[in-house]
């Protein structure tokens, strides 16, 4: 089970840090992703991690503003999320790779196969 967390309004240039909880298997034996879905557009990639931790990719458009991280001790997995702009508006979704490294296909959805429910995030003034 994967449960977000984190969401909520922010002004543009603004920060968030969104958590995702992991239950229910070994998070240290999975790549995990963060994804997000605007109002009429597709699901997209927005960043991925290894199950180490030690590799990460990202979408070029949220690259430098935006960081993932893990900490398998808690079984949490982080999106940090800086400089928000309108734009960014979403519902963001963990999700939980049958894979273990952060493969090219990492921030595709069909690398996935478990979800959580998401995350509200709004940036607006």
């Known amino acids: 089970r994967l449960v977000e967390s984190g969401g909520g309004l922010v002004q543009p240039g603004g920060s968030l840090r969104l958590s995702c909880a992991a239950s229910g298997f070994t998070l240290d034996e999975h790549a995990m992703g963060w994804f997000r879905q605007a109002p009429g557009k597709e699901r997209e990639g927005v960043a991925c991690?290894?199950?180490?931790?030690?590799?990460?990719k990202y979408t070029d458009s949220m690259e430098g503003r935006f960081t993932i991280s893990r900490d398998n001790a808690k079984r949490m997995v982080y999106l940090q999320m800086n400089n928000l702009k309108p734009e960014d508006t979403a519902i963001y979704y963990c999700?939980?790779?049958?894979?273990?490294?952060?493969?090219?296909?990492?921030?595709?959805?069909?690398?996935?196969?478990?979800w959580g429910q998401g995350t509200q995030v709004n940036v607006s003034s």
């Open positions: 999700a939980q790779s049958p894979f273990a490294t952060a493969q090219n296909l990492c921030l595709t959805p069909g690398f996935y196969d478990h």
């Open positions: 991690i290894s199950d180490s931790g030690l590799s990460t």
